[in-house]
């Protein structure tokens, strides 16, 4: 549904699951009216102030690149279908790109894309041995309820910290 925002060396992609519907019809990136990404990256010191998502082109010069795991389909994850999860697209985008870190914004695109059950916080994951792997709590207000966002915050002081 939406183009991958991505460049080479990045230091951060961040990976959802798909697309919602809202960002589906608006053609960008965490489009949906009560999603937290924008507001956090600007919370955490990832961006100099809160970007729109019809600015997401611009995290490429910030360092930020945007991906999915499903690329075909968008909606609810209980709407996804399984089939259309590709981790092994994701795992060659991420070796062709080579990004310092690799961010999931959700535990279930975490599951997905490394294949194993991760908490929130920075991950051991083997899929992809030689990076900086992190799992955040999703920001979609569908997930208000469980929302933590120390997870978000050890990230932004992990990069900034880097640079």
């Given at each position: 549904m939406l183009s991958d925002r991505l460049a080479h060396g990045l230091e951060v992609v961040f990976c959802g699951t798909a697309a919602s519907h809202a960002s589906a019809a608006m053609g960008h990136y965490y489009a949906g009216p009560g999603n937290r990404f924008?507001?956090?990256?600007?919370?955490t010191g990832l961006t100099p102030r809160r970007f729109a998502p019809s600015?997401?082109?611009?995290?490429?010069?910030?360092?930020?690149?945007?991906?999915?795991?499903?690329k075909d389909v968008c909606g609810m994850d209980r709407d996804i279908p399984k089939a259309a999860y590709a981790p092994d697209r994701l795992a060659a985008v991420i070796a062709e790109f080579r990004p310092k870190r690799l961010a999931f914004t959700s535990l279930t695109a975490a599951k997905i894309?490394?294949?194993?059950?991760?908490?929130?916080?920075?991950?051991?994951?083997?899929?992809?041995?030689d990076l900086a792997v992190w799992v955040l709590p999703s920001p979609s207000g569908a997930a208000r309820a469980t929302f933590d966002a120390a997870p978000w915050h050890d990230l932004g002081n992990h990069v900034r910290g880097a640079l």
């Open positions: 924008w507001p956090l990256l600007a919370e600015e997401d082109h611009l995290l490429l010069s910030l360092g930020i690149g945007l991906t999915d795991l499903a894309g490394l294949g194993i059950r991760c908490p929130a916080g920075r991950a051991e994951a083997p899929r992809f041995p």
